[in-house]
């Protein structure tokens, strides 16, 4: 082996091995958590990590002196969760995805598009007199 390829084979190696910085954790903004969510507004989707490793996703209802009000978004409704500013990791504010049934409604209207579309083409290519 030349001495590139074992250069670049040791770079290859370093980098695969070393965590993303994502991976080492986020540290708190420097006026703490109180601070950052403040300039959330209310109803917006968010991200919070807690220390004890939960992580809630939902909307923000209400904040406080001494916390955040989070509504979870489940399937199942449950109570509005009060969290405290020393509980959170993090706080990532997110763009509300697609539900479970719109999903599922957006494959099925592609598959059958698709299905018809091959039946198309196929009555298309066919030269039956």
Known sequence: MTMLNRATALVL?????A???SARGRQAPPGGWREYA???QL???VSVTLTDGTEINGFVVGRGADGLRVKPKTRIAVAIRDVG?????SIEARKEGRS??????MGV?????????????LYLNCRCD
């Open 43 to 45: 109803g917006q989707y």
């Open 100 to 105: 479970p049934g719109a999903k599922t409604l």
């Open 13 to 17: 190696v370093l980098l695969i091995a």
């Open 19 to 21: 965590p993303p910085a």
């Open 85 to 89: 500013f020393d509980d959170i990791v």
């Open 109 to 121: 209207g592609i598959g059958t598009a698709a299905v018809y579309l091959i039946f198309f083409l």
């Open 38 to 40: 403040n300039h959330l």
